[in-house]
Nanobody
Framework: QVQLVESGGGLVQAGGSLRLSCAASGRFFRINAMGWSRQAPGKQRELVATITSSGITNYADSKKGRFTISRENGKNTVYLQMNSLEPEDTAVYYC???????????????WGQGTQVTVSS
């Protein structure tokens, strides 16, 4: 089992920045891809960015240039640096990780509980 704990959310004015963190803990053999998604009120959850264990990143088109995903494999932690925030970025941000509990096990996807980001105009 993998537990993911997000932190770093909060209230920020438009144009400001926030850095989200997500630390994975528990009993697992390996973590592969990690990522961030978000869900605004009344909307479906949408992908923000992902990063593989080797550092290959992928962003939703609308997030390129303002958001940067990174990770520290030794700490099993993924980050999301968000700059030039807009009110439309207001959402609950969720971290996820693809992990297996044993070398012969299957890959499973785990989610954190989410952290609220609110951008005021």
């Amino acid at each position: 089992q993998v537990q993911l704990v997000e932190s770093g959310g909060g209230l920020v004015q438009a144009g400001g920045s926030l850095r989200l963190s997500c630390a994975a803990s528990g009993r697992f053999f390996r973590i592969n891809a990690m990522g961030w998604s978000r869900q605004a009120p009344g909307k479906q959850r949408e992908l923000v960015a992902t990063i593989t264990s080797s550092g290959i990143t992928n962003y939703a088109d609308s997030k390129k240039g303002r958001f940067t995903i990174s990770r520290e494999n030794g700490k099993n932690t993924v980050y999301l640096q968000m700059n030039s925030l807009e009110p439309e970025d207001t959402a609950v941000y969720y971290c996820n990780a693809e992990a297996k509990s044993a070398p012969w096990g299957s890959w499973n996807n785990y989610w954190g509980q989410g952290t609220q980001v609110t951008v005021s105009s």
